[in-house]
C-alpha cells in the first residue's frame, strides 16, 4: 500500500515539466485574454477558473495519482511562480510586457467608451466600482483606472468631499447638543 502511495507512475522530469508548461499557459493565455478575468469574479468568470481548474488537472498530473506524484506537482506549479515572480521583479521592462499595462476607464469624469468596451465592462459593473469607493456619479471620478493586476484604482475629484461632510455633520451635533441643552434648561426652569 505504501509503495503504490508514493510509488512515481511518471518518470521525475515529466511530473516537473508537466505543471511548468500548464503554469506558463495559463499566463499567457490569462494576459491575452484580459485584465478582466481577474478585475472581478461575476458568475461566469467564476465557472471560468473553476472549470480551468479541472481542466489542468489531468495535463498536470498525468496518469500519476501517487502522493508524491501531487507533492512533485505543486513543488514544481510553487517553483515556476517563484521564479517567474523573481524575474520579473528584476527585469521590469519584462514584467510590463508580461503583465500588461493598466488601462484608463475614466477620466475627469469622462468614461472611456472604448476602453471599458475593449475589457468588456458594463455600466452597471463601472457604478459599483464607483460605489465600493464611496462615490455615486462618474463626474465625481478624477480617474479610474484598471491596473494590470485587475484591481480597480479610483481618485476622485475632491479628496476633501468626505471629510467636509464629516465636518458640517460635527456641526450640526453640536449645534443640536445646544439646543437640546437650552430646552432642558427651559424645561428645568418650568418644572
Do not use: W
Not at 10 to 27: A, F, M, T
Not at 32 to 53: H, T, Y
Not at 62 to 70: A, L, M, P, T, Y
Amino acid at each position: 500500500m505504501i509503495d503504490s502511495m508514493f510509488h512515481l507512475h511518471v518518470p521525475l522530469l515529466e511530473k516537473i515539466l508537466r505543471p511548468v508548461i500548464v503554469y506558463l499557459c495559463l499566463v499567457l493565455f490569462l494576459r491575452l485574454f484580459g485584465k478582466r478575468e481577474l478585475a472581478q469574479l461575476n458568475p461566469f468568470d467564476l465557472i471560468v477558473l473553476l472549470c480551468l481548474s479541472n481542466t489542468v488537472q489531468n495535463s498536470i498530473i498525468g496518469d500519476d495519482n501517487s502522493v508524491s506524484g501531487g507533492i512533485v506537482g505543486v513543488f514544481s506549479l510553487l517553483g515556476i511562480n517563484f521564479v517567474l515572480t523573481r524575474i520579473l521583479f528584476r527585469f521590469p521592462r519584462l514584467n510590463r510586457i508580461v503583465e500588461g499595462k493598466e488601462t484608463v476607464l475614466i477620466e475627469q469624469g469622462k468614461v472611456d467608451t472604448e476602453a471599458v468596451k475593449r475589457e468588456a465592462l458594463s455600466e452597471l459593473e463601472l457604478k459599483t466600482i464607483l460605489h465600493r469607493g464611496g462615490l455615486n456619479d462618474f463626474s465625481q471620478v478624477e480617474c479610474l483606472v484598471l491596473e494590470p493586476s485587475g484591481n480597480f484604482y479610483v481618485e476622485e475629484k475632491d479628496p476633501l468631499r468626505e471629510g467636509k461632510e464629516r465636518g458640517e455633520i460635527l456641526r450640526q451635533i453640536v449645534a443640536l447638543t445646544a439646543e437640546v441643552k437650552e430646552l432642558k434648561t427651559l424645561l428645568a426652569a418650568r418644572g
